[in-house]
């Protein structure tokens, strides 16, 4: 028997199909009117993770949902998109780092969407009724947060109250970003989770017992604001946001993955001011900063920046590229990825995906013109052999390689397959670089110094290049770490480089060397040796008798200057021996 339906109900049924059918027209019209595009709500897929990007009640107040997202790029649907609450809500997403595309929607598109809200997974409802990351907060906490102790605090009584997600969260960036951390490191254990910072390249911890059920909640808010998928645990994912201040915006990196006790997550922050140096911050001293800008106003050849991951090699060459910055000349860079963004250059970014390798890359970018070139780093014989060929053929081109010492530069480019005929001609300058934590200025202790020391001292400043200035060094100045407030205890605050610079260049060197100091010349050019692949010791040997300082020697310099200690050199360097 069929169902029997009430022609009232069928008269109602009708009319709403009506008014929803003119709504939507409506809709249209304002769209076509406005230039946005239009969307109909009623036949649109709904996300449940992209609507928890709004709280219900902001979406409500506006007339404003968002119905889809990928990573970073959202789709919001806006009765008026004009309005200025909905325009609130869309720069709040901005400023997040989403990227909204906007549609215009009918009143009862947004009231379907508005009843898929009890969808909302639970741990994102707790998310969303949070505070967000805004910028007058992070401030405000950030001038209170001066120290770990101050952050272990709050951290804890928010951990104890069960506190919001985001508030944990604004807390930790804050807090981060005023001790100058470059990472946020959350380590999940048996029972509790550990939040470590890492300060002038070194691991602290801050607080080991955040609960379990208030770290999943916070793991779920940084997914939420990185673009990363809440319910994926057990992949690693990266993700990324951004946290926009006044004067600056600082880039947030987010990697999670899967370990025995839970999901571990590792948050890079990128505050431009870690780059915002110029040559003369960068802590080379005078003779070898001559060096590098009579390299840089070469139109062509090769600098090579040479250590380990972290060790400044990006900040340095960032440095060079804005000391090149003019409008005369284009400078165009392939990094992978970009870590801070660099105005009036312009900067690529490999995508393996697309098959834009740094070889691929830099063979396109060979044909845009540039006067100035950065290649992230040389990894493979065919982006070696593209970047010397460049050097040769009228370009400046920076790029890194991973070795230990300035020599190591030339057996690298050899063993990847380079042809030894063209790195002598291309070569112009290699520079090696560590970093070492500097002192507290606020707390430093003068260091004994007795007779043998400084005798020892003495017979190495008349043993190193007479470039090097020893008049500044007459009166030698040791000191040692104590700890204060403003040091988290440590000794130390901020960090400076160490360098040795191997300069492919003998005529210029050869005005620089003291004969007295310089041991036997082996009367064999770089050139020649190159040709005979000889290895990192005789490229060395032969660096040390055009007089290269080396980094250890640089460093000691900085440790009679007052600057840093013998174990912060050691540590980089190995044993001192002195005489």
């Not at 910028?135 to 001066?146: A, F, M, R, S, V």
């Not at 990697?255 to 080379?284: H, Q």
Request: proline share 4%; with cysteine.
């Amino acid at each position: 028997m069929a169902e029997f339906k009430n022609p009232l109900t069928k008269i109602k049924e009708k009319l709403a199909q009506m008014q929803r059918s003119a709504e939507e027209r409506d809709a249209q019209r304002r769209a076509a009117k406005t230039g946005y595009p239009y969307a109909d709500l009623s036949t649109t897929p709904i996300n449940t993770e992209a609507l928890a990007l709004i709280p219900q009640e902001a979406s409500q107040k506006a007339k404003i949902a968002a119905i889809e997202a990928q990573e970073k790029k959202v789709a919001v649907a806006a009765f008026d998109p004009s309005d200025a609450l909905a325009q609130e809500v869309i720069q709040k997403l901005k400023s997040e780092g989403y990227q909204p595309s906007v549609f215009v929607v009918s009143l009862s598109g947004l009231r379907h969407i508005w009843n898929f809200y009890k969808f909302v997974p639970e741990k994102a409802k707790e998310i969303i009724g949070g505070v967000r990351i805004e910028e007058q907060k992070l401030i405000e906490l950030g001038n209170i947060l001066t120290s770990l102790e101050n952050i272990k605090s709050s951290v804890q009584k928010l951990n104890a109250e069960a506190s919001q997600a985001g508030e944990i969260l604004e807390i930790i960036l804050a807090g981060a970003l005023a001790n100058r951390a470059s990472d946020i490191h959350f380590e999940s254990t048996e029972h509790n989770v550990k939040l470590r910072l890492r300060i002038d390249g070194l691991l602290q911890d801050v607080f080991n017992e955040i609960k379990k059920d208030i770290y999943s909640r916070l793991v779920s808010r940084i997914k939420l604001l990185s673009g990363l998928k809440i319910n994926i645990h057990d992949e690693p994912q990266d993700g990324r946001f951004t946290i926009k201040l006044p004067e600056k915006e600082i880039e947030v990196r987010v990697a999670t993955a899967p370990s025995e006790f839970g999901e571990v997550v590792v948050m890079r922050l990128l505050d431009p001011e870690a780059i915002n140096l110029s040559l003369t911050d960068l802590g080379i001293r005078e003779d070898d900063l001559e060096i590098i800008k009579t390299e840089l106003k070469r139109p062509n050849g090769m600098i090579l920046n040479t250590g380990p991951t972290g060790s400044g090699k990006t900040t340095t060459l960032y440095a060079f590229l804005k000391h090149k910055k003019t409008p005369e000349i284009k400078i165009i860079t392939i990094e992978d990825p970009i870590e801070y963004h660099l105005e009036d250059i312009e900067q690529t970014q490999v995508d393996e995906d697309a098959s834009y390798t740094f070889a691929n890359g830099l063979r396109s970018l060979m044909r845009q013109d540039p006067d100035v070139i950065l290649v992230g780093e040389i990894r493979d014989r065919e982006t070696g052999e593209i970047a010397v060929q460049a050097a040769l053929t009228g370009h400046l081109v920076f790029s890194t390689l991973h070795t230990n010492q300035a020599a190591g530069a030339i057996p690298r480019l050899l063993d990847l397959g380079v042809k030894a005929s063209s790195i002598g001609p291309a070569l112009n300058l290699v520079i090696a670089q560590r970093l070492v934590r500097r002192l507290c200025e606020d707390c430093k202790v003068p260091g004994e110094i007795d007779g043998t020391l400084k005798n020892k001292i003495e017979k190495f400043l008349a043993g190193i290049p007479k470039r090097v200035n020893r008049e500044k060094f007459k009166e030698i100045k040791i000191f040692k770490p104590k700890g204060c407030a403003k040091c988290n205890n440590t000794g130390y605050k901020g960090r400076i480089g160490i360098y040795e610079l191997f300069l492919n260049d003998p005529e210029y060197e050869k005005l620089l060397i003291d004969p007295e100091s310089a041991g036997p010349s082996s009367h064999k050019t770089l050139e020649e040796l190159i040709g005979q692949q000889a290895g990192e010791s005789a490229i060395k040997k032969f660096a040390l008798e055009q007089g290269m300082v080396t980094m250890q020697q640089d460093g000691i310099l900085k440790i009679i200057s007052g600057t840093t200690t013998f174990e912060e050199v050691e540590g980089i360097t190995g044993p001192i021996q002195l005489g």
